[in-house]
């Protein structure tokens, strides 16, 4: 068995191709609080899928929310700033030319 930075790696060759990937697992031991493993459980029973896929699943969630929030913050620093001289022309230009095609344009 491999040792990873974080513990132990079991990888399942068999199981574990997912579009001609390798998907390798590990196992860790984590602590939760009670009430939340019991509600997690009865969700992974009901949706008939293990404990572990349910902790999957959930990570998998939290990670892209997490991703999306850091592109969202990248996004609105790009933007956050002053428009520059030639954007300012530019938004100009495209509010004359749109306040003329409308009085052109008969409702």
Known sequence: MDMGPYGPISINFRD???HRKIVAKIKKSISIRKDLYEEAQAISD???ISFSQMVTEALIETIARHRNKKLR???NDAYSDDPTLDEK???EITKS???KLLKEDEW
């Open 73 to 75: 913050e990248r996004i």
């Open 89 to 91: 022309t530019s938004l």
């Open 46 to 48: 009901e949706k008939g």
């Open 16 to 18: 574990k191709i997912k």
């Open 97 to 99: 030319l749109q306040k």
